[in-house]
């Protein structure tokens, strides 16, 4: 008679038990935060600092490398492509001002959302470099924008 009961019982309920012991605590429930945010870890940036007597050739590469490796993909993209049609015929004021631009703000998602305009940019960042910015994610072309362009473009001669 147990034995047949034992039968009728669904594996489900059989495992449920050994599953509950063995169950181990999860570090994120994936519950959001409060309304506060006071439980929101934030790691500090160290400070922005310009850099006033780096030569303007290895400004460009490293501005460059800085506008393709953002940690989300619409900025790389964003950004790279900037950085392309721009970056070699900015003069010095023009490079620090998108020096600043990109690496002062302590959240990427704060430039994307400038650039496309769907918040309004804080007057420190609102400059010229802004709106070369604002203007190249307009995308008036059409273009398809979907990974970052080559790097065969640095190595063409410009006879």
Do not use: H
Request: charged letters at 30%; proline letters at 8%; one cysteine or more.
């Amino acid at each position: 008679m147990a034995m047949s009961r034992l039968y009728s019982l669904s594996p489900c309920t059989l495992c449920r038990p050994v599953l509950a012991v063995l169950r181990m605590p999860r570090g994120y429930s994936g519950a959001s935060l409060g309304d506060s945010g006071k439980d929101m870890l934030e790691i500090p940036l160290p400070p922005w600092k310009e850099r006033p007597n780096e030569p303007l050739p290895t400004k460009r590469a490293r501005l460059l490398y800085e506008s393709r490796k953002r940690g989300m993909l619409e900025n790389c993209i964003l950004l790279s492509l900037f950085a392309k049609e721009n970056l070699s015929r900015m003069d010095e004021r023009q490079l620090n001002l998108y020096d600043r631009l990109i690496n002062e703000p302590s959240n990427d998602w704060d430039i994307y959302y400038w650039a496309t305009e769907a918040k309004p940019t804080p007057a420190v960042f609102d400059n010229e470099v802004m709106a070369m910015l604002k203007e190249l994610a307009k995308n008036k072309k059409k273009e398809q924008r979907l990974r970052q362009p080559d790097l065969e473009y640095l190595f063409e001669s410009t006879n």
